[in-house]
């Protein structure tokens, strides 16, 4: 099975927020982050998809997970490129 380990922007101008998930389905995921299924933290906002890296197994997107989680830097350059 394939994973998708995906971070997210917030659409909103005036705030610019930033997600980071993984999963098997992005385009699934996507749609239920839009529409308030998602994660609690994506309530409330329309998001569009910035960054995605594709995985052959769960634990390798797990740990691409948190590294991205925790590397602000990354994340802020992912965050300019687009």
Do not use: C, P, Q
Not at 23 to 31: H, V
């Amino acid at each position: 099975m394939i994973f998708y380990v995906y971070m997210l922007k917030s659409v909103n101008i005036k705030i610019t927020k930033t997600y980071v998930g993984y999963t098997n389905n992005l385009n699934l995921r996507l749609k239920k982050h839009n529409t308030g299924e998602g994660a609690k933290s994506t309530r409330g906002y329309r998001w569009k998809i910035i960054y995605k890296k594709k995985f052959y197994d769960k634990i390798s997107a797990m740990r691409f997970e948190y590294k991205l989680k925790k590397d602000k830097k990354l994340r802020k350059y992912l965050l300019s490129i687009n």
